[in-house]
T-cell receptor, first 111, second 110 residues
């Protein structure tokens, strides 16, 4: 069966520090991968999606970037965090079935 | 992204039925989904419906789709306190992107 991992589960970072969040998927090949952000009391905003290694599409301009160095690994990064980057970051995957499955999320607090 | 709209809150008594509504704008939506999020957790897929269907029932869950009005609803029969969570409506037109509503927080009172 397929599983999706995210780490860390929680993170507290100062403004201006770098960020690296990792997501890995097991039990499937060539998945589509997604990064979503859920700000406090708000819905899910699609940040990035990837249909293959090295292929990244950005949905909104922002202070973040994404990379996919391996088929089942998706990384969310920032060089300098802003206060507005705080939120709950969710990684998800899908294959041709048309259903997205989510990881447990990373709670990021920028102080 | 595409617009998916939901009301923010719903409060019901235990044992009653809950109906959570959603509207969307993308007429080419292929699949429509309902996800559940418990506090501090990721999203759990509850059910989904293909756009050529009007209704789908799965145990206590009933999904109704009015494609003409672009309206989706989720009915939870015999709502329990364990159903308290945030429910997200989502749509996808090409399986490459999934767009979500703002979520409806369901509060079930004992």
């Amino acid at each position: 069966s397929q599983t999706i991992h995210q780490w860390p589960a929680t993170l507290v970072q100062p403004v201006g520090s770098p960020l690296s969040l990792e997501c890995t998927v097991e039990g499937t090949s060539n998945p589509n991968l997604y990064w979503y952000r859920q700000a406090a009391g708000r819905g899910l905003q699609l940040l990035f999606y990837s249909v293959g290694i090295g292929q990244i599409s950005s949905e909104v301009p922002q202070n973040l970037s994404a990379s996919r160095p391996q088929d089942r690994q998706f990384i969310l990064s920032s060089k300098k965090l802003l206060l507005s980057d705080s939120g709950f970051y969710l990684c998800a995957w899908s294959v041709g079935t048309g259903v997205a499955f989510f990881g447990p999320g990373t709670r990021l607090t920028v102080l | 992204g595409e617009d998916v709209e939901q009301s923010l809150f719903l409060s019901v008594r235990e044992g009653d039925s809950s109906v959570i509504n959603c509207t969307y704008t993308d007429s080419s939506s292929t699949y429509l989904y309902w996800y559940k999020q418990e506090p501090g957790a990721g999203l759990q897929l509850l059910t989904y419906i293909f756009s050529n269907m009007d209704m789908k029932q799965d145990q206590r869950l009933t999904v109704l789709l009015n494609k003409k009005d672009k309206h989706l609803s989720l009915r939870i029969a015999d709502t329990q306190t364990g159903d308290s969570a945030i429910y997200f409506c989502a749509e996808s037109s090409n399986f490459n992107k999934f767009y979500f509503g703002s979520g409806t927080k369901l509060n079930v009172k004992p």
